[in-house]
């Protein structure tokens, strides 16, 4: 299973756009990378899964270069609410047996 | 917007009893996970159920764990005899067969084992 790296931890102020990078050097020809948002004593919430290139949704983009090994969460004018942890894991696209590193502690300050 | 669900949201038990952990997946969802995360640890994947089986499994998930699937809607996880450091948060997932990416979890069971 690919390992990712995140920064522990990064601090905002509300309105701002933040962008979280993860490496996955090793990541596989198969794998797909997903981020996921976790408040405390919540179960982790599901933001956005990508393959190549960019994706967007309501909540956030997720940018991927062509050769895969990293890729950035955007998230647009945070807001306090978005203080929690964020996670970046890589693997299939069902979730089978992923792997959650320590994830970024996003602080988001007025 | 379909949601996973469990129950209890906090179980309390003590060391050497049996407890049963209960979680609804999501209606039209395939695979069913469960995780835990011990307080202030990372999330940890335990199990994961498809076709009425287990499909993976870590090492946390010895012969004191087992899963079932008992009537097509609820997915279970029985510990047989807990341990002070089954103590943790548990949470199941689910994900469907294709389309939607996934998995969505659920809100978690707090287990804490005195």
């Known amino acids: 299973l690919a390992k990712t790296t995140q920064p522990i931890s990064m601090d905002s102020y509300e309105g701002q756009e933040v962008n979280i990078t993860c490496s996955h050097n090793?990541?596989?020809?198969?794998?797909?990378i997903t981020w996921y948002q976790q408040f405390p004593s919540q179960g982790p919430r599901f933001i956005i899964q990508?393959?190549?290139t960019k994706v967007t949704n309501e909540v956030a983009s997720l940018f991927i270069p062509a050769d895969r090994k990293s890729s950035t969460l955007s998230l647009p004018r945070v807001s306090l609410s978005d203080t929690a942890v964020y996670y970046c894991?890589?693997?299939?696209?069902?979730?089978?047996?992923?792997?959650f590193g320590a994830g970024t502690i996003l602080r988001v300050k007025s | 917007e379909p949601e996973v669900t469990q129950t209890p949201s906090h179980q309390v038990t003590q060391m050497g009893q049996e407890v049963i952990l209960r979680c609804v997946p999501i209606s039209n969802h395939l695979y069913f996970y469960w995780y835990r995360q011990i307080l202030g640890q990372k999330v940890e994947f335990l199990v994961s159920?498809?076709?009425?089986?287990?499909?993976?499994k870590s090492e946390i998930f010895d012969d004191q764990f087992s899963v079932e699937r008992p009537d097509g809607s609820n997915f279970t996880l029985k510990i047989r005899s807990t341990k002070l450091e089954d103590s943790a948060m548990y949470f199941c997932?689910?994900?469907?067969?294709?389309?939607?990416?996934?998995?969505?979890f659920g809100p978690g069971t707090r287990l804490t084992v005195t």
């Open positions: 894991l890589v693997g299939d696209p069902y979730g089978n047996k992923l792997v």
């Open positions: 090793n990541i596989a020809t198969n794998d797909y």
């Open positions: 990508g393959y190549k």
């Open positions: 997932a689910s994900s469907p067969l294709a389309g939607e990416p996934s998995p969505y």
């Open positions: 159920f498809y076709n009425n089986e287990i499909s993976e």
